[in-house]
């Protein structure tokens, strides 16, 4: 049993960058660094509740999205007129383990099959069960390179190719990226870094009635989860039930043009490389509105998204730490100019 995602004592900014790329999986998925024992695997592990289905083709294994992007096996049935049925699936969180091998992240080709019937047989691998949901990666800073650079190829082209004595296989992999580290245990290589959309930074909850009300709520869960997972059942529906409402709202969100100089405001001020922060931020900013039941984009919507997407897009000095570029942006808001 998981941990309830609506009972998690504070951890506001983690809980709304993870709920934000629920909203709009657009966003580019979520970095989360801190210490241990901060519930930030329990945090993510906790979303899958609170998922929306989705349409998909159905008995398709990649999770296809009908008029999308389809798979070898999909592109083959509508060759043969067969058609392609929907069907509705939940969304879930899939999780990659530090030590997976290649194969088991990307597939398998059966080429003895392939040779003897004539036909592909492609075992599926992480990326094909990622497709369309999220990706959670603990320790994602202590990933093997040849991961990282399998994992940037198929997130800069939302494809996934195996390819082995001739014979080829593909299929979409789409998938929403939340890494969790520590950073006292090693950096992050800034090409995966960039990739997350948002980032924030956890710490312990330092109030102290907020501690009681932790160690209160993990005891009741740990002695009755049962009972203790009825008791959120209300929350829970709530919350899944406002994220499917701003899903379908997010689009129809006014972006009025003082918005959009707020944002091109403040990063235009940063040393920052191209125009993938903006974007995020605009995004972000949306969905923040489409959460919040609103029918624009508002000053508070832009001021938290730039806080959750700049943090870590700035370039920074040798030795210097991730604490001071979020200081900087935190400055740069007391300056921006306001819609």
């Not at 929403?176 to 992050?188: A, F, H, Q, R, Y």
């Not at 102290?208 to 997972?229: G, T, V, W, Y």
């Not at 529906?237 to 009025?256: G, K, L, W, Y």
């Not at 920074?316 to 200081?327: C, D, K, V």
Request: charged share 30%; proline share 4%; glycine share 8%.
């Amino acid at each position: 049993m998981i941990f309830p995602f609506s009972a998690i004592v504070g951890q506001d900014e983690m809980k709304t960058g993870l709920l934000l790329n629920v909203v709009d999986p657009a966003i580019g998925g979520l970095l989360i660094m801190g210490e241990k024992g901060t519930a930030k695997s329990t945090a993510v592990r906790a979303l899958a509740d609170l998922l929306p289905e989705i349409e998909v083709v159905e008995g398709c294994p990649f999770g296809c999205t009908p008029d999308g992007l389809l798979c070898s096996a999909c592109r083959e049935r509508l060759n043969k007129n067969e058609g392609l049925k929907r069907e509705m699936r939940k969304m879930k969180v899939v999780e990659l383990p530090l030590g997976i091998t290649e194969d088991r992240l990307v597939g398998t080709l059966d080429i003895e099959h392939a040779l003897k019937k004539g036909e592909k047989r492609f075992e599926p691998g992480i990326l094909a069960a990622a497709n369309n949901n999220f990706l959670y990666v603990d320790e994602v800073n202590l990933l093997e390179d040849h991961i990282v650079d399998l994992l940037l190829d198929s997130a800069a082209m939302g494809v996934n190719t195996v390819e082995r004595e001739g014979v080829s296989f593909t299929h979409p992999a789409r998938f929403i990226l939340v890494g969790t580290m520590n950073p006292e245990e090693g950096e992050l290589r800034p090409q995966l870094l960039d990739r997350f959309g948002l980032c924030v930074r956890v710490t312990s909850v330092r109030d102290k009635n907020e501690r009681i009300e932790i160690l209160r709520r993990r005891m009741r869960f740990d002695a009755e989860p049962d009972s203790f997972l009825r008791e959120w059942q209300a929350e829970q529906e709530r919350m899944a039930a406002q994220v499917t409402a701003a899903r379908e709202r997010r689009d129809r969100i006014e972006m009025s043009e003082p918005v959009l100089e707020q944002i091109v405001a403040m990063t235009t001020q940063l040393n920052l490389d191209g125009h993938r922060a903006d974007i995020v931020i605009l995004k972000a900013a949306r969905a923040l509105a489409a959460l919040a039941g609103k029918g624009e984009i508002g000053t508070e919507e832009v001021r938290t998204a730039a806080m959750l997407s700049l943090i870590h897009r700035q370039k920074r000095l040798p030795f210097e730490e991730m604490g001071s570029q979020m200081t900087k942006v935190q400055q740069l808001f007391s300056g921006a100019s306001r819609p």
